[in-house]
């Protein structure tokens, strides 16, 4: 919900609406924009320098061109040659409505979501900001440090029942608690205590389902750490 914020307060900033209105839609731009454009390239740079779990924060015309991103300069043409017209995070921004995308595996392999925002100026829609997070990065940071006992840990799932987050590297974007008993119980109940044997330990989960982002989060002890003698 944080990072939410984040994208919905930078695409109010005055910066983005002027670089989009002073390009326009088919992203033709003066010296004056230029200006405007770099400014926003810029400070998209510095917003990712203080929120690092970000890979990337753009803005993109209402074409979809990308025209500004916290990756590279700002080119001479002033577009990056990038579109994301086709994307439903995009579309769905554009429609007016913030957007928290799926989770899904980039070209390298990393497990990503985009978060995007409509930028508006007065009651017209100037274009999107949108930020891509490294939820690796942003689960590494928040969500695997958490310990519970000796061997307990938290662990995420979507809606779907995939594991976006997880101790067990190879679990993550690849097995699904629907394929397991206490899983579908999990997914079919949404919030709940339940205990369950795995890989020979008997264990005891909290779990609770996220409504706005669809997303289950797991607390897993070990019952007999938890019954040991203090």
């Known amino acids: 919900?944080?990072?939410?914020?984040?994208?919905?307060?930078?695409?109010e900033q005055s910066i983005a609406i002027?670089?989009?209105?002073?390009?326009?839609?088919?992203g033709n731009a003066d010296a004056g924009a230029a200006v405007f454009i770099k400014e926003a390239n810029e400070a998209l740079k510095s917003y990712q320098k203080a929120h690092p779990y970000f890979e990337e924060i753009a803005i993109a015309l209402p074409t979809g061109d990308v025209l500004t991103t916290s990756l590279v300069k700002v080119a001479a043409e002033?577009?990056?040659?990038?579109?994301?017209?086709?994307?439903?995070?995009f579309q769905k921004a554009?429609?007016?409505?913030?957007?928290?995308?799926?989770?899904?595996?980039?070209?390298s392999g990393k497990p990503m979501l985009v978060i995007a925002s409509p930028v508006k100026?007065?009651?017209?829609?100037?274009?999107?900001?949108?930020?891509?997070?490294?939820?690796?990065?942003?689960?590494?940071?928040?969500?695997?440090?958490i310990k519970i006992g000796e061997s307990g840990y938290v662990f995420l799932?979507?809606?779907?029942?995939?594991?976006?987050?997880?101790p067990d590297?190879?679990?993550?974007?690849?097995?699904?608690?629907?394929?397991?008993?206490?899983?579908?119980?999990?997914?079919?109940?949404?919030e709940g205590?339940?205990?369950?044997?795995?890989?020979?330990?008997?264990?005891m989960a909290s779990f609770k389902q996220d409504k706005n982002l669809g997303w289950s989060v797991v607390a897993v002890a070990n019952v007999q750490e938890q019954m040991a003698p203090v």
């Open 94 to 107: 554009l429609g007016g409505t913030v957007v928290v995308s799926d989770v899904f595996l980039n070209e």
């Open 1 to 11: 919900e944080n990072r939410r914020q984040d994208i919905m307060l930078w695409a």
């Open 193 to 203: 205590v339940l205990a369950y044997s795995e890989d020979g330990d008997e264990r």
């Open 18 to 26: 002027q670089a989009l209105g002073m390009t326009g839609e088919s």
């Open 121 to 145: 100026n007065g009651n017209d829609i100037a274009g999107v900001l949108y930020g891509a997070v490294n939820v690796t990065y942003f689960t590494e940071k928040f969500i695997e440090p």
């Open 78 to 89: 002033m577009t990056t040659g990038k579109t994301i017209k086709d994307k439903s995070y």
């Open 157 to 166: 799932f979507n809606r779907e029942g995939l594991v976006i987050s997880h």
């Open 169 to 190: 590297k190879s679990k993550i974007m690849k097995f699904n608690m629907k394929g397991v008993d206490f899983g579908r119980q999990m997914v079919d109940q949404g």
